[in-house]
């Protein structure tokens, strides 16, 4: 059903991407910005002064090996600014002059050709500086440098109580050393010709987009003294098929298993008291609650009759399962909860439910009839978005607010008939 054409196109998407497309947004309007000073040129870099110190800006040379100078027109070279060398795919090495102290956020991104870098001692923060360097093997850093160091080419802190990065560029498999109790936010992140990775029992924590985009990582074990699993840990871990949760866990992030198409089971320790699994389905504890239904879960799928809430993402893009039963215990729907399940065909919502959730059915493309039950008073922002296969919807008059976009792109669906006590509604 089309009304209106003004349909932001980030609701073309996938519900369970709408983070990602949010990070997009922000780097465009980043590289939006307005430069902060006049660039001034300097051999093969442009920089900014304050007349006190020099950042550079950008790079107009020919690439290979180079080295950051460490002054330029008698002041200290300071900085490199954000996105200073963004795709200079002609670099292969770099050295960090000893005046340098801070590396700006994606400052090399896109380097795709490098594969060493050199840190001086006078570094103290570095960020995500290398973000996309997808040939780098290697970052060293200065033995006399009190905030950072390295082992093996992998960044970490001073104490190598925490890994930083993990140079993108890696092959085959890596130990992390017993030392690390902290797996740091995207530490090993597109890190896509690592087979295998060994994680010490050491490991307590390991932080956001860890592992993300690991598409040859085949296994993993997690330590039995990890507590928290971050958001979109194992992203786009595609060669994954099972995972085991061990008893110490006691967080698992938003999204940190979206996109592993072939995880068929998530298995968790009996002895974990705030999550468990049947079937490699996780649950919280009691069960009243599914969480994640691993993507790559086939056929047919019956929720247990001790749920009463399918939580937000809980089956979104499980585009493999065909039909999903849902007992009569249940009575909530979270945001996204079948977003993108695109051979689910039909689905009986128990008549119990008082709540469906922003996105629920978005994207169920072969989705043909829904019978919303009478215990619904509302149907949320796009819950049954892009659903083209849609012919037939039953509302009840107990439904008073219709959200926009509710049946946007419907497609199939001629006819809808909104009851009279439906006193709100937007575009639909």
């Known amino acids: 059903m089309r009304i209106n054409t003004t349909l932001p196109v980030v609701k073309r998407f996938s519900g369970c991407t709408r983070a990602l497309w949010s990070v997009v947004i922000c780097i465009v309007g980043i590289l939006a910005l307005p430069l902060a000073a006049t660039a001034l040129q300097s051999g093969d870099f442009t920089y900014t002064t304050d007349e006190n110190a020099v950042t550079i800006t950008g790079y107009t040379g020919a690439g290979g090996a180079i080295t950051i100078p460490s002054a330029i027109s008698g002041l200290h070279v300071t900085s490199i600014g954000h996105l200073a060398f963004f795709g200079c795919t002609s670099l292969t090495n770099v050295t960090i002059s000893g005046s340098v102290t801070s590396l700006g956020g994606q400052a090399f991104y896109g380097c795709t050709s490098l594969t060493n870098v050199k840190i001086s001692a006078s570094v103290t923060n570095i960020g995500d500086a290398f973000s996309a ?69 050491s490991v307590t924590n390991i932080g956001n987009s860890a592992f993300a985009s690991c598409t040859r990582l085949t296994s993993i074990t997690i330590p039995g003294d990890v507590t928290s699993i971050g958001n979109w840990v194992f992203y786009g871990c595609t060669g994954l098929s099972d995972l085991t949760i061990p008893g110490s866990v006691t967080n698992i992030g938003g999204s940190a298993f979206y996109n592993c198409y072939w995880l068929t089971s998530i298995n968790v320790d009996a002895a974990n008291t705030y999550y468990s699994s049947v079937g490699g389905v996780l649950f919280n504890k009691s069960q009243t609650e ?45 945001d996204d909860a079948f977003s993108g399940c695109t051979n689910l065909t039909n689905i009986m919502i128990p008549g119990n439910v008082t709540n469906i959730g922003n996105y629920a059915f978005q994207d169920c493309t072969r989705l043909t009839d829904v019978t919303i039950p009478a215990s619904v008073t509302k149907i949320e922002w796009a819950t049954f978005f892009d659903c083209t296969s849609l012919t037939h919807v039953t509302i009840p008059s107990s439904v008073t607010s219709i959200g926009g976009e509710a049946f946007w792109d419907c497609t199939s669906l001629t006819h809808v008939t909104i009851p009279s006590s439906v006193t709100s509604t937007i575009t639909i």
């Open 290 to 334: 599914v969480i994640q239904c691993p993507m790559g879960k086939v056929g047919s799928y019956t929720v247990p009759s001790s749920v009463n809430s399918i939580g937000n993402s809980a089956f979104c893009n499980c585009a493999r399962l065909t039909n999903i039963m849902i007992p009569s215990s249940v009575s909530s729907i979270g």
């Open 133 to 201: 360097c997808t040939k780098l093997t290697s970052i060293n850093v200065d033995a006399a440098n009190t905030y950072f160091s390295s082992v093996g080419g992998v960044l970490f802190n001073k104490s190598q109580t925490e890994v930083i990065q993990c140079p993108m560029g890696k092959v085959g498999s890596y130990t992390v050393p017993s030392s690390v109790n902290s797996i740091g936010n995207s530490a090993f992140s597109y890190c896509t010709r690592l087979t295998s990775i060994t994680i010490p029992i």
